[in-house]
């Protein structure tokens, strides 16, 4: 919810609706979307690194042929 500007978290442990929030009137339904869709830029971010760490490691394998 904060990475949807929903709800503020800019102090520790405190956390509150945003304006942007106040006046949302969101369903289950559209709670569950929101989700799916912050998850999945995680998931996409997460995929780049896994790929920049296997090109990482490949070349490192290449150039190590003396085994």
Same mark, same amino acid.
């Given at each position: 919810?904060?990475?949807?500007d929903?709800?503020?978290?800019?102090?520790?442990?405190?956390?509150k $609706?945003?304006? /942007?929030?106040?006046?949302?009137?969101?369903?289950d339904? @559209? &709670?569950?979307l $929101?989700?799916? /869709?912050?998850?999945d830029t995680?998931?996409?971010?997460? @995929? &780049?690194?896994?790929?920049?760490?296997?090109?990482?490691?490949?070349?490192?394998i290449v150039? @190590?042929?003396t085994?």
């Open positions: 919810m904060v990475k949807s929903i709800i503020d978290s800019s102090e520790r442990g405190i956390w $609706l945003t304006d /942007k929030g106040y006046k949302s009137n969101l369903s339904q @559209d &709670v569950y $929101l989700f799916r /869709k912050i998850q995680f998931e996409r971010k997460r @995929d &780049v690194e896994a790929e920049i760490n296997i090109e990482e490691i490949d070349e490192d150039e @190590d042929r085994h």
